[in-house]
């Protein structure tokens, strides 16, 4: 994450990912299995293997077609993680899964629990993520570590997207601008979201760097767009005098555009600065609006909830936290690390 800049000194240097329980992900759900339906939910811990490869197998499991088979999000391949699958199987109920599990999938995952509900687990149907992940061979400023770790508990992070939305050496985003200038036309439309969505994220993380870089990621500009903490809901500076303390207290964060069609919500100085990135990124900016992606808001502060550590040596560190969805751990990182690669 070191291409957008961190609000805190990074004070380390550690490996990551050294083993495949150096990162540990458990989702935390908005909908809780009725325990009727037909849709079947497992909870599955997976060991090294992506989401889609487990929803692929499920299906071919249980004799159904792909898009039958549900999930809340995509969790990365090399970690340990726990998330619920839906799949519809209407009519039928099932006897305990677990002695069960098929050759192909015994080695990956591990089925939890296992329920019924009447909906297909929806993409986006998340409260967020538990993150435990295991930094080895941390060298650094220790006591400053100390100190960010505290100002992170206290006022959060940047709402930065992750480096991993921008593909490898953001490939992603150079196929977003070749697309732009002409130079060709990705023909499945899964390329053509991904290549969507880097883009608008990369203008929101400029926008958000360079409030970053001015010391008012967390503070109010004028003609702003709040969201209220917890929800996706906004509301225009409307000057009223309580702002400041709500955004001290954490009720309410600023926002920054995710590009697209359609007006620009700020006014005065946060409009100014949004349209000029757009202006510095005009292909992305123009190219987002001529492929009809509507405009949305993101919050520019987000809060790291049950942050706690501890060291499990003199130079390895455990750390737990949890996130909202949409938010990343390599960003939480990159405040402290100076080489927060994931």
Not at 96 to 112: F, G, H, K, Q
Request: glycine share 8%; net charge neutral.
């Amino acid at each position: 994450m070191n291409t957008f800049s961190p609000c805190y000194t990074p004070a380390i240097t550690a490996k990551t990912r050294q083993k495949i329980e150096d990162f540990i992900v458990e989702e935390i759900p908005i909908v809780t299995p009725e325990g009727e339906g037909e849709h079947l939910w497992l909870l599955i811990r997976k060991t090294g293997a992506n989401t889609d490869w487990v929803a692929g197998q499920l299906a071919q499991w249980f004799g159904v077609k792909r898009h039958d088979v549900g999930f809340a999000g995509l969790k990365d391949r090399h970690a340990i993680t726990t998330q619920w699958f839906s799949i519809y199987l209407p009519g039928k109920t099932f006897a305990d899964l677990r002695e069960e599990i098929p050759e192909a999938l015994a080695s990956s995952i591990e089925i939890l629990e296992q329920t019924q509900h009447k909906k297909k687990l929806r993409r986006g149907t998340l409260k967020g993520n538990r993150f435990t992940l295991i930094l080895r061979d941390c060298e650094g400023d220790f006591n400053q570590l100390e100190e960010t770790l505290e100002g992170i508990k206290q006022k959060g992070i940047p709402n930065y997207f992750g480096e991993q939305r921008f593909g490898r050496d953001f490939g992603n985003i150079s196929s977003a601008r070749d697309w732009f200038n002409g130079n060709f036309k990705p023909r499945k439309r899964q390329l053509k979201s991904l290549y969507l969505s880097a883009a608008r994220s990369w203008l929101f993380n400029l926008i958000l760097s360079s409030r970053v870089d001015a010391g008012i990621w967390n503070k109010a500009l004028s003609g702003d767009v709040f969201m209220l903490e917890g929800s996706h809901s906004w509301f225009p500076d409307d000057k009223d005098k309580s702002i400041p303390q709500r955004l001290d207290n954490q009720e309410i964060h600023p926002t920054a555009v995710l590009w697209g069609k359609g007006q620009l919500d700020t006014t005065e100085e946060a409009a100014s600065l949004e349209k000029s990135i757009a202006d510095q990124e005009e292909v992305l900016a123009q190219g987002l609006i001529k492929e009809g992606v509507k405009k949305d808001r993101r919050a520019l502060r987000v809060l790291v909830g049950e942050l706690s550590h501890q060291w499990k040596d003199s130079t390895t560190l455990e750390l737990s936290f949890t996130l909202p969805a949409g938010s990343y751990a390599t960003v939480a990182l990159a405040q402290i690390m100076r080489n927060p690669a994931l």
